[in-house]
Nanobody, 124 residues
């Protein structure tokens, strides 16, 4: 499956952005989806994940209450709504797909497919 992330940009602190991840070549309902991010000089970290059906969702503590992950299997697209953005949220955001068994979505090593990333910059 090919994944294409979009929606990044420059936003002021306190603002909002919605990222999208479109899937091509495979039905999105067959995979769990995750969002990760990598800030300059830092390792890639888990942000959020959603199971195939959307019935299970997980978030990193740093984004709980601010970010919302959702999916529209009919549109083969996953979303990450980001509110109350902080400068610390500045990073390249990646979407990823896991065709295995749901395990919370936290571990990047479990994902089989990755998108190219979209840059989110939050100014103070």
């Amino acid at each position: 499956v090919q994944l294409q992330a979009s929606g990044g940009g420059l936003v002021q602190a306190g603002g909002s952005l919605r990222l999208s991840c479109a899937a091509y070549g495979r039905t999105l309902s067959s995979v769990h989806m995750g969002w990760f991010r990598q800030a300059p000089g830092k390792e890639r970290e888990f942000v959020a994940a959603i199971s195939r059906s959307g019935g299970s969702i997980g978030y990193a503590d740093s984004v709980k209450g601010r970010f919302t992950v959702s999916r529209d299997n009919a549109k083969n697209t996953v979303y990450l709504q980001m509110n109350s953005l902080k400068p610390g949220d500045t990073a390249v955001y990646y979407c990823a797909a896991d065709r295995g068994v749901w395990s919370g979505g936290y571990y990047s090593s479990r994902y089989h497919y990755w998108g190219q990333g979209t840059l989110v910059t939050v100014s103070s």
